[in-house]
C-alpha cells in the first residue's frame, strides 16, 4: 500500500463485497426457506439510500457501482418481502393493508434520508447510512427472536455484515 487513499479504496471495495455477500445470502436463505430475512424498515432505508445515492447525489467510481449492485440486490430482497411476508404479517394487520404499509414506510424512509442529508449537508450519506445499520442490527435481532428460529436468517448473514461495517472508511 503505497499512500491512505489506496488503503482508504481497499477498506471501500471491501466494504462493498461484504455487503454483497451479506444480500446475496439473504436473498438465498429467504428463497430456501420461503420467506423473507430483512425486516420491512431495513429494506425500505437501504433502498432509499441507494436510489438517493446512486442517482440524485451519486458518488464517484467505484462507490457508485457498488451503490446501483446493492440497490439491484435490495429491489430483490424487496419482492421477497413483499411476496412472502404477507402471510407472516396476517396475525397483525388485514391483508389489504399490507402493501399500503410497505409503501408508506418506503416513502417516509426516502424523506426522512432526504432530510439528514440536506440538515448535515452530507451529500455522500455517512450520517444516513450510519443510523440505518445501527437500526438494521438491532431489527435483525428483533427479526431474529420475534420468529424464534433462524428462517431467512444465518450467522454467515451476521458474520459478512458485521465485517461489511467494521470496514466502512
Known sequence: MKTLGDFLLILQLGTGLFWIITYILIIKRGFQDKTYGMP?????ANISWEFIF?????????QNIINII?????????????????????KYMPE???????????G?????????????K?????YAAFGQNLMMSALFISLLTRRGNLSGQSI??????MVGSCLLP
Open 40 to 44: 420491512m424498515a431495513a429494506i425500505c
Open 108 to 120: 417516509i424512509s426516502f424523506l426522512i434520508i432526504m432530510a439528514i442529508t440536506f440538515e448535515f
Open 54 to 62: 446512486s442517482f440524485i447525489y451519486p458518488h464517484k467510481s467505484p
Open 96 to 106: 389489504k393493508f399490507f402493501y399500503a404499509s410497505f409503501f408508506m414506510t418506503l
Open 122 to 126: 452530507d451529500f455522500e450519506g455517512k
Open 156 to 161: 454467515y448473514i451476521a458474520v459478512f455484515k
Open 70 to 90: 446493492w440497490f439491484i440486490l435490495d429491489i430483490v430482497i424487496m419482492f421477497q418481502y413483499l411476496g412472502y411476508g404477507r402471510k407472516r404479517f396476517k
